[in-house]
């Protein structure tokens, strides 16, 4: 995935003289995601910067309202709250309040999630903050190719996009797509197709979930599972779509329980698909924790295959909806 | 030519004199409206500031980048915003700079290099580096000015911005515009040391000019844009001044008790920068009835505006929820 990202960098910037790459560490590059481009590129589209996330998010906004394409790179989603005012006051709000004098394309990109005992500070995963902010797109690649085609959709938007690369698990295999490969956004894509239940997975979670599928599977519980890709939007159209299949969802989400997107996408089920569901719709997240550093407590929190397989089983035995 | 920025020549004068007035007579005007209850928000005026705004952006261009202060209805007209445009706006009316969608705290004219007033104390400070860094990368001479307030240099921000922008010399003009209050609360609570001693360490040239003096601020800001256009990096600049009305005007509604005393406020009035600068005219010979004629022209001018912005028509809730995002609105 983060070769595909790489790729993604080289043929955007190479496309758009206007991109700008900036942020900590993007010379060197500790992801790799933007190795090789400060050397291609130059000094003025590819540079470090000191460790000031505040006034980064704020100078995104300054160059994109001036006309450029900045590219900020934060490394981890963590830091995003240490920038998380202009993200939220300005990046999200401009546009409106402007009344659509100002366009804002700019792409912010971090890792995120836990697994790697990284613990609290460097595990988080923040996407249901801004999720709720309005006006920034939201991107979740779980694949290498979609990593690319999505990337490639968030530089070429006139608006926000925070593009969060799955970072313990992130160098996740997979076939890109030859030639200029785009992924639109708000299009959920089947990851698999199945009959008895409806599994959304967002991100690092669809490999979970494939996992997962694979156990049932040999218990005779066929689970389509669904990678949403975007956040914001999101495809509610083709959450349903599946659901109407299925009649039973399941939402697999690494961000904490709690006003998760697992919420949002349960509460789109509720209120939209109430009349399909055969039984409630599950949750699959981390507790309302901070993640714990020791391997042992963070596999305590952290969901896996078994997890979701058991939700899945306990829904399929749940018969007072039937 | 390189300027001479010793002292305004009579008609820059007689230009920057003019702009102070249409900032005066929109404030007077907008201020009884929210006495009047005509408005919906509260207004945070710019009156007895006007110097600071108009004497630095006297020097900028359409090409050249602002950002403001949520007290920002002065840098917007200084940078040349269209009064009824503005006006408009803070009425809530489709008609408005923003089409009623920004209001008072936002008025933001991208196509004149106005990036907005901003609502966030300090939020203006990374975005006119960034607006610099772009000018810096465009490489055309074009300047990015951020004024701010003497309670927004105690952001962390402020710091970053000058860290930043010494390092890549980038040319941005960071104006602190020094009225010596952060809403209640008086500078010597909220600031150790001198704002302006806070260059120097990050390699940033200093320059202080009175601001109520729109004379010694054009003198003093040609200067300190001279050096930010040479492409030696930014600089700071120290307006002092201050607002002869509230924090917002809505406060005689809320605050228990004055936080400044008459004399404080008396001793700033007699300072004003409209006097000031009419008797700057008058020194330089301009006659007494000329000087009455451009305030006629000017209050007459904003009067029209005001009567035609009251009666423009509200905004469409239907545009709401495409506005977000550029995709919904094409």
Known sequence: MIQAINDAMFEEMERDPRIVLFGEDVEISMFGDTKGLRER??????????????????????????????????????FMYTGFDAIANQMAKLRLMTGGQMKLPITIMAGFGGGRSTAAQHSDCPYPLFMNLGGVHVAVPSNAGDAKGLFKSAVRSDDPVIFLEPGGRGGEMGEVPDGDHLVPFGRASVRRSGIDVTIVAISAMVKLAEQAAKQLAQDGIEAEILDPRTLVPLDEDGILASLSRTGRLVVVDEARDRCSAASQIAAVAADRGFAMLKGP???????????????????????NAERIADVVRELLNCRDYQ | MRNDYHNPDPEKLVAMFERMLVIRETEEYLGAQFRAGELPAGVHLYIGQEASGVGICAHLGDEDWITSTHRGHGHFLAKGG??????????????????????????????????????IV???????????????????GKVAVCFFGDGAANQGTFMEAMNVASLWKLPLLLVCEHNGWSEF??????????????????????????????????????RALESVRSGEGPALLVTYTYRTRGHVEAEVNFLSQPYRS????AS????????????LLAQGGIA???????????????????????????????????????????
């Open chain 2, 185 to 222: 609360t008086r500078s010597e609570v909220a600031t150790s040391g001198r704002i302006i001693d806070r260059a120097s360490p990050f390699n940033i040239p200093g320059f202080e000019a009175d601001g109520n003096d729109v004379a010694d601020v054009w003198r003093v800001s040609g």
């Open chain 1, 41 to 78: 590129f130059g000094p003025d589209r590819v540079r470090d910067t000191p460790i000031c996330e505040a006034l980064l998010t704020g100078m995104a906004v300054g160059m994109a309202a001036a006309g450029w394409r900045p590219v900020l790179h934060m490394m981890f989603a963590n």
């Open chain 2, 268 to 279: 700033w009035v007699a300072k004003d920068p409209i006097e000031r600068g009419a008797a």
């Open chain 2, 122 to 140: 300090g939020g203006g400070l990374g975005i006119a580096t960034g607006a610099a860094f772009a000018a810096k990368l465009e490489g055309n």
């Open chain 1, 281 to 303: 719709v599950r949750r699959v997240t981390v507790p309302d924790v901070c993640m714990p550093y020791a391997p042992v407590l963070e596999r305590s929190v952290y969901p």
């Open chain 2, 262 to 265: 008459e004399e404080e406020v």
């Open chain 2, 82 to 119: 269209d009064p009824y445009a503005m006006i408009a706006e803070i009425h809530a009316k489709s008609d408005g700079i923003c089409g009623g969608f920004g209001g008072t705290m936002h008025v933001a004219d991208v196509s004149r290099g106005i990036l907005g007033a901003n609502g």
């Open chain 2, 288 to 330: 007494e009835e000329e000087i009455s004629a451009i305030r006629a022209r000017v209050k007459a001018s904003i009067a029209e505006m005001a009567k035609r912005a009251g009666s423009a028509a509200d905004p469409d809730p239907a545009r709401v929820r495409s506005m977000m995002f550029s995709a919904a609105e094409a």
